[in-house]
């Protein structure tokens, strides 16, 4: 087999296994939001660091979901420096 077909049968057995991950129904009312997220993508250098030797997470879970998803990614950049920083 070629390795082009031997790493497309790979990626399709990962997405097969991935598919049937599930995850449980958040039993709280009131989940972290976008400004949460954005929060803590400010503090995940200080917040990686704190889990090393402390029981503190770097990502809220559960969470609102996609708006939480982009105010995290947004703070990383915004701390980050994102694509200026180079420059």
Not at 42 to 67: H, K, Q
Request: charged share 10%; glycine share 12%; hydrophobic share 55%.
């Amino acid at each position: 087999m070629s390795r082009f077909m031997r790493l497309s049968m790979l990626l399709v057995c990962g997405l097969v296994l991935a598919s049937c991950a599930t995850q449980p129904i958040p039993a709280q009312i009131d989940l972290p939001g976008f400004w949460m997220g954005l929060w803590h993508g400010f503090i995940s250098l200080f917040s990686l660091i704190a889990s090393i030797f402390t029981d503190v997470r770097v990502y809220a879970y559960p969470n609102n979901g996609g708006w939480y998803d982009f105010g995290f990614m947004l703070g990383i950049l915004v701390w980050a420096g994102g694509g200026a920083a180079r420059r």
